[in-house]
């Protein structure tokens, strides 16, 4: 019996853990030399295994561990975490986990490089290591079609963002994450990224903002509380504190808010787009609060006033979000569309919790089949234009 246990469900968000070499391995001779170092990484326990596991991508856990693993079955997201995780850094190794997973897809992004990407200030750097960072993930995933690479793709530099998405689509990646920022110093729906809209929409590939789109919402001054030996969950990488989960959405929120009220997804029907990882709750009311925004500013600002569809449709028909397994799933479609949430696992991240299907399948009791089917099948499929 699979963790799925015969039913039908794709897997929204998943993680490769990168070993130190994993830019540098598939980098061209010249990016080599401007590529930022995994080695500083520091997030407790994780570090350590980085370290273990040095040199080892070519090749798995060792077979005795690889036997262990495998033997938890149906009961794998009990397991350990991290890279100790079955499959955690080697594709075909993440084939046996997907076996006993049960699920039709997994899409599968980085774990550390969107911070080393994301957050440099050198064009060249940035460009470099998004390359090197995509024909790796590409090469995770080859080994299994039930895999889905996500690459990523700056925007500042509009050229050079042709160019790497371009190679991105040519690996047959599935989505590309993009960072929350204003690109360039230009709202995301300036003409210049208009390119990149067109670009996915005709590919019928997603953009994507998740957790490492943008920096912690809370910067460390508004952790200096002043309480010595007081503890906080905050490390590196994607390990947040509680004062981080309140405000995690926001650069997410703005984001998508100003793409929408620039009308790029007005002006690209086609285009879709995915929330992964940043929670759902907060949804609902940036749905209303759109809604409001073209109906009361539809004189002043008269572009609004030509949408033919408004805010909540668009978000219907083309945004996707994974709820936290905490939140309330069922309430949430409540409150605004069933087509709005994807199922996912952050496997083999500690967040995602040991039994994210059983507290799923919890918060949606009593509603009804076809609600539950979109959740776990249905709007996967939309997000990634899926026939049949």
Not at 30 to 58: C, N
Not at 326 to 353: C, K, M, N, R, W
Request: charged fraction near 25%; include cysteine; proline fraction near 6%.
């Amino acid at each position: 019996m699979t963790y799925a246990a015969g039913r039908v469900i794709r897997d929204a968000d998943s993680h490769l853990m990168e070993l130190p070499d994993f830019l540098t391995r598939n980098a061209t001779a010249t990016e080599r030399d401007d590529l930022p170092s995994l080695d500083d990484i520091r997030l407790a326990d994780v570090s350590v295994h980085m370290r273990d596991y040095r040199g080892r991508t070519d090749h798995g856990h060792e077979p005795a561990m690889v036997d262990q693993l495998v033997a938890l079955g149906d009961g794998l997201t009990r397991g350990p975490k991290w890279h100790q995780a079955l499959g955690a850094f080697n594709g075909p190794e993440r084939g046996l986990a997907l076996d006993l997973l049960g699920f039709q897809q997994q899409v599968v992004f980085s774990s550390f490089c969107a911070t080393k990407i994301f957050e440099t200030r050198d064009p060249k750097m940035m460009y470099a290591a998004a390359a090197a960072h995509n024909r790796s993930m590409a090469e995770f995933c080859s080994s299994d079609e039930r895999l889905w690479g996500v690459a990523m793709v700056p925007l500042d530099q509009p050229d050079r963002a042709q160019t790497t998405l371009q190679e991105a689509l040519e690996l047959d990646l599935r989505a590309i994450w993009i960072p929350s920022r204003a690109p360039g110093g230009r709202s995301p729906g300036h003409p210049d990224h208009n390119f990149f809209w067109r670009t996915l929409s005709d590919a019928e590939v997603p953009f994507i903002q998740h957790v490492g789109s943008s920096n912690l919402s809370i910067p460390d001054e508004w952790m200096h509380d002043g309480i010595e030996g007081r503890q906080t969950a905050r490390g590196g990488a994607e390990v947040i504190g509680s004062k981080d989960l309140t405000v995690i959405f926001q650069a997410a929120q703005r984001f998508i808010s100003v793409l929408v009220l620039d009308g790029v997804l007005e002006r690209f029907p086609k285009l879709k787009g995915g929330v992964i990882e940043l929670g759902a709750g907060w949804v609902p009311d940036t749905i209303r609060r759109l809604d409001h925004a073209v109906d009361i500013w539809g004189k002043s600002e008269p572009h609004l006033a030509e949408f033919e569809r408004k805010p909540s449709e668009q978000f219907r028909q083309q945004l996707r979000f994974t709820p936290y397994p905490f939140e309330d799933v069922g309430q949430l479609i409540i409150e605004s569309s069933p087509e709005l949430y994807l199922f996912s696992t952050d496997y083999p991240h500690a967040e995602g919790g040991r039994d994210p299907l059983r507290r799923f399948d919890t918060a949606l009791e009593g509603h009804a089949e076809e609600q539950r089917q979109l959740f776990f099948e249905g709007n996967f499929q939309t997000l990634y234009s899926m026939r049949g």
